[in-house]
């Protein structure tokens, strides 16, 4: 297919009558505000899973719902808010008003899985819509079947927790009685629940106040202008970056272990169409949906589909909805990608992380240089959830991650979120204080990251005793234990991924990457995740870089002379 050449209005850096200073000073307030909110947030919520673990997005959307900016937290979260505030719009379109606050979580009416609760205000202007202000967040326990609300193995959206469409949650300054009443008898935790949701309308108080800033400095028609050339000037740049990518039809094949209930490979199928400034996504031919929680929204598909794009664009560029224009999602309906009632999705999140994956691989083949091998494969997600001798509930949420694969210029990164949740581990010193665990280890896994010219990133593992005084029930989502984490250019895969029950102990034992269970007192369970993916042949790594990872117990020297002999070799030849 011959290569189209970008148009002289795309290749245009503003449209006409654009102050670039002013276009400059109005994105970087945005970009502070929506950071602002994030920082709002962080500071009054309650839960470990938001403070610590990060799970949550903030944004900020013009009065038709576009994105013109998202804060620095979970990249997961921001393609679905246009979703989400469309299902809003179209429920309650004129009957909005100001003071209002919406929420939802409904995956069929704009959220993505339970747990995941969107938190909706527009912004009015002498009786105008102006804009959107808005939080995503993962939340402790919305109820059902195992405490968490995130179980894999739950087989329909009703075992997963409350439902909630879109609904005002303040009616003009007024809070809902009858919604929080509904809300606290379907949830565990409704304390630690609130004081999470105040936190939320907290941050979208730091969202509305920044505005209304704004607003004094540029007035309203002026803002409307410069959210317009924000949007448009995403979009260019992302068309003049994609039109440098060499046409084509890549494509890429991954797999999962389990399908939430059942070791069973589920296929990820993706094809990435490149054709002049623009991409299609197709990811027809993958699994149809399954009988576990690990179905995906279409909201979600799309998400994914547009960090993967995103990642191997060099450009500086606003992060908004403007990027997104280009870019055409396909995913055909009742399947993986695209579920349909009654599809549990608590656990959805692994598949996402497989679909970036495989987006990701195909796209190695159309630009080498700007593509890592695979990451860690997504967190081990786990939920230690139960109630102490005198009936007092305690839920404990991580998402416990993560290393980066080797790089085309560097190796992976060790301990790091995975790029697409950008989440960070909750302290140690926190969780034995708040909770009934202890950490018995925390740290890295040598000799687990891909070999290659760039190693990856090494695994990390944890391994905790429950020392409460009842059983509690214990829900694992993991992945990688079969299908490792892909090296490239003749880099190696990475390890995979594991957890064991009572290590060491001749109760050991090997636990299912997805299951729930009940945990006895004492007892031990420790999550291993996998090494991240090598890029690279192995034979061309750097001596010194080996050398350094020996000295730090990065690599043993026996994994080092089977991996690296040839580099040990030469070496050796040298000398």
Sequence with gaps: MPKKEPSKKNLALFSKNIDPIKFELIRNSLFFLVNEMALSLVRSSYSGILRDNMDFSTGIADRSGEMVAQGLSLPLQFGPMPDAIAAVSKRWGKNMNKGDVFILNDPFEGGTHLPDVFFIKPIFINKKLFCFVCVCGHQIDVGGRVAGSNASDSREIFAEGIRIPPLKLIDAGKQNETLISIIEKNVRLPVNLFGDFRAHIAALKTGENGIYELIKKYTTKELIKYFKELLDNAERITRNAISKIPDGVYKFTDYMDCDGVELNKVPIKVEVQINGDSVIVDTSGSSKQVQGAINSTYSMTKAVSYFAIRSIIEDDMPNNGGFFRPIKVIAEEGSIMKSTIPAASGARGVTLLRLGDAVLG????????????????????????????????????????????????????????HPLCNQRNIPVEFIEMEYPLRINGYGYVPDSGGAGQYRGGLALFREFKYIGDTPCQLQIRSDRSYTPPYGLHNGENGSLSKNILNPGTNKEKVLPPMVTFILNPDEVVRFIIPGAGGWGKPENRKLENLLYDIKNGYLTERYARKKYKDVLLDSNTKH
């Design 362 to 417: 195909a796209l190695s083949k159309a630009v080498p240089k700007r593509v890592s091998a695979a990451n860690e494969g997504g967190p081990t997600l786990y939920s230690f959830g139960g109630y102490d001798s005198t009936k007092n509930p305690f839920i404990f949420v991580e998402i416990f991650g993560g290393s980066w694969g080797g790089r085309p210029n560097k190796d992976g990164i060790d301990g790091i979120g």
